[in-house]
T-cell receptor, first 109, second 117 residues
Framework: GENVEQHPSTLSVQEGDSAVIKCTYSDSASNYFPWYKQELGKRPQLIIDIRSNVGEKKDQRIAVTLNKTAKHFSLHITETQPEDSAVYFCAAYGQNFVFGPGTRLSVLP | NAGVMQNPRHLVRRRGQEARLRCSPMKGHSHVYWYRQLPEEGLKFMVYLQKENIIDESGMPKERFSAEFPKEGPSILRIQQVVRGDSAAYFC???????????????FGSGTRLTVV
């Protein structure tokens, strides 16, 4: 079955800096890759997603890149703000969703 | 659209009791997924259901856990004879299509936090 790895597990950046979170997946049949943000005690919320026929997608300060050959995809957050502090999960969808273990991002003022 | 509704938000059960968690998907969504999240951990897939059918239960423990999504009413995740290790947040998600796509394609409910004492 699908296996999703995510790095780093924790990430601290200064406000205004960029943050990058990387994920790898194992099932080449996976074709949909969403990213979720979960604030403490709240539900995971979809922030951006990418399909396998696209290499990059951007939405304001957030971008996702996908390398199908290498089976990895990354989340890029630019000009980070304190409200970006949360746990971020990547996921890969083949037959069902498999989530990465999460990255705890702390943006320091 | 009220989104995915889960209840109760918090549930306390003594060891050996039964826990029933409810999930009403977004209007028009016929695909429901249950996930378990232990403290400080990620989301673990449990089961995927469509109306009246279990499609994939590969993540569900073989004993004490069951799920249903009847023709009418919410999806139910049932845990019999709960143990302390069942304490977790249980999230439900729903989607309109398979695979889910777009901003509203896969929406999580607020979760039920089960505490077994």
């Amino acid at each position: 079955g699908e296996n999703v790895e995510q790095h780093p597990s924790t990430l601290s950046v200064q406000e205004g800096d960029s943050a990058v979170i990387k994920c790898t997946y194992s099932d080449s049949a996976s074709n949909y890759f969403p990213w979720y943000k979960q604030e403490l005690g709240k539900r995971p919320q979809l922030i951006i997603d990418i399909r396998s026929n696209v290499g990059e997608k951007k939405d304001q300060r957030i971008a996702v890149t996908l390398n199908k050959t290498a089976k990895h995809f990354s989340l890029h957050i630019t000009e980070t703000q304190p409200e970006d502090s949360a746990v971020y999960f990547c996921a890969a969808y083949g037959q069902n969703f498999v989530f990465g273990p999460g990255t705890r991002l702390s943006v320091l003022p | 659209n009220a989104g995915v509704m889960q209840n109760p938000r918090h549930l306390v059960r003594r060891r050996g009791q039964e826990a029933r968690l409810r999930c009403s998907p977004m209007k028009g969504h016929s695909h429901v997924y249950w996930y378990r999240q232990l403290p400080e951990e990620g989301l673990k897939f449990m089961v995927y259901l469509q109306k009246e059918n279990i499609i994939d239960e590969s993540g569900m423990p073989k004993e004490r856990f069951s799920a249903e999504f009847p023709k009418e009413g919410p999806s139910i995740l049932r845990i019999q004879q709960v143990v302390r290790g069942d304490s977790a947040a249980y999230f439900c998600a729903s989607s309109l299509s398979v695979p889910p796509q777009g901003h509203y394609g896969y929406t999580f409910g607020s979760g039920t936090r089960l505490t077994v004492v």
